[in-house]
DNA sequence: TACTTAAATAGTAATTATTCTTATTAAGGA
DNA sequence: TCCTTAATAAGAATAATTACTATTTAAGTA
């Protein structure tokens, strides 16, 4: 599950660059937490990056972690999943995506388009202000879930 | 905003259908908080809500809102708009449509397709599982904010 | 390279939304 | 009207997130 290393760097690279030109120290635990959610594909929430972030450094502190979240979701580094529980889930992939949420187990999948297919907007989305992003949840069960139904039927 | 006075009785009546079906009891303070949700253009939170009924039933507790709501939400009654923020929303409206969230100002625009249109969904979609609901969240600034911004330039 | 300074951090306390506990009340069937 | 048990009020508890403050450190400058 974990993007090879060329890949990684270059986010990393472009996290440098973002904090450069926002003004913002890079950090080595920005670097740390930013290359945890760059580096997931599970959406992770901030727990899970406190913790994985906290083998390497010991120290770190969750008020780091929830700040630096922040201030990454400022920059547009990442999202929030919109998910209907009470932790907060992050994503650090800005290809044009869509989500599909498992009410059973709460798992987060990606739903990429096919080439050519995009994202069409209501037609009267455009009536009410300026869109930022549109943003599509599909909830339902996954097929993980749906598997172990039918064998507790049996 | 609010809805005419024969749809919410309708709407009263709908929830005491649903009650009996579940073998759920039709309380005072269900009847209340379903009429507040169900009589809302404004997606309230549970303490709008709670704030709301305390004016007609002033022993209501914060803890009865919250069981409410999660039931009216089990029997498919009302739906948690998808928000970023720690307040759950809620809608009593089951006319499929979709939401325009202002970024500045939190409010939550309803979007009703246009007659004809409807909700595409991604192709990759039904590969992760059984779909239970599609939800469209479209994020930006929104018309009052907008003029706000301006009105501050000049 | 050392110095400086404000931004960022660790550690911990506080806050906020929500849920749980328990004794009491009341809906609705007999 | 009585009985049963689901539902409630009140307040305590929990869980996620944010705020506070003393300390550290990134990174610009001499």
Redesign the interface.
Known sequence: MHKNNNVLDEKIEYLRTMCKLKGMRVTPQRVEIYKHVANSCEHPDAETIYESVKEKMPNVSVDTVYRTLASLEDMDMIF?V???LPK?RFDADKTPH?H?L??KCNEV?D????PG?K???????ER???????????????????QEQTNKQN
């Not at 994202?119 to 989305?125: F, G, T």
């Not at 009410?128 to 749906?146: S, Y």
Request: one cysteine or more; aromatic letters at 10%.
């Open positions: 929030r919109d998910n209907q907060a869509h599909f498992c009410v999948y739903i990429f388009l096919e297919e994202v069409e907007l209501p037609k009267n989305a009410f202000g300026e869109i930022k992003d549109i943003n599509v949840q599909i909830r339902g069960i996954c097929n993980k879930c749906l």
